[in-house]
T-cell receptor, first 110, second 113 residues
Framework: DAKTTQPTSMDCAEGRAANLPCNHS???????VYWYRQIHSQGPQYIIH???NNETNEMASLIITEDRKSSTLILPHATLRDTAVYYCIVRVYNTDKLIFGTGTRLQVFP | NAGVMQNPRHLVRRRGQEARLRCSPM?????VYWYRQLPEEGLKFMVY????????ESGMPKERFSAEFPKEGPSILRIQQVVRGDSAAYFC???????????FGEGSWLTVV
């Protein structure tokens, strides 16, 4: 079972920042937080991952709280093409599978 | 850098036939994962393989489904005697030996008629 809780859906205006929250209160010390997204009818796309420090790449930023029980994915300037289902997943580094939950359906509107 | 390649992208089979889905991992990757996504549902893990070994098949149905990842060539997900309930998108993913990041292919859509 997925170890994360995410809102079912969110809306965001184009050009604004999209902040997607995720709760993972039972995360273990050796588990990383991963984010993927799935645009309709496409394969899941890797976005970012982190352990305890905040991370940033060309796609997004990941903010992990100090107690690691929650995190936020930030898309700094959302576009219509960012409309997708976003999955927050906890996974032990260098071990097997990703367990997907139901994710957050982000709708970016003009 | 070629990504994870899956074929066929779309496959139609009659009930009772066999379906074979192929997955070529990213260059340098030796770990392969298969997931299934039923219509309007989330992704469900099926099996995790390394070259010539099945590591975790906890998500595979006990009957009719099998997977392999031979020393040479792509990984194969095989579904025997397909039924309408097997109609789904099947996604393959791969990672390197460090297992750091898993990358997905674009999927194979199986329709059973």
């Amino acid at each position: 079972d997925a170890k994360t809780t995410q809102p079912t859906s969110m809306d965001c205006a184009e050009g604004r920042a999209a902040n997607l929250p995720c709760n993972h209160s039972t995360i273990s010390g050796n588990e990383y937080v991963y984010w993927y997204r799935q645009i309709h009818s496409q394969g899941p796309q890797y976005i970012i991952h982190g352990l305890k420090n905040n991370e940033t790449n060309e796609m997004a930023s990941l903010i992990i709280t100090e107690d690691r029980k929650s995190s936020t994915l930030i898309l700094p300037h959302a576009t219509l093409r960012d409309t997708a289902v976003y999955y927050c997943i906890v996974r032990v580094y260098n071990t097997d599978k990703l367990i997907f939950g139901t994710g957050t359906r982000l709708q970016v509107f003009p | 850098n070629a990504g994870v390649m899956q074929n066929p992208r779309h496959l139609v089979r009659r009930r009772g036939q066999e379906a074979r889905l192929r997955c070529s991992p990213m260059k340098g990757h030796s770990h392969v994962y298969w997931y299934r996504q039923l219509p309007e549902e989330g992704l469900k893990f099926m099996v995790y393989l390394q070259k010539e070994n099945i590591i975790d098949e906890s998500g595979m149905p006990k009957e009719r489904f099998s997977a392999e990842f031979p020393k040479e060539g792509p990984s194969i997900l095989r579904i025997q005697q397909v039924v309408r309930g097997d109609s789904a998108a099947y996604f393959c993913a791969s990672s390197g030996t460090d297992g750091n990041t898993i990358y997905f292919g674009e999927g194979s859509w199986l329709t059973v008629v």
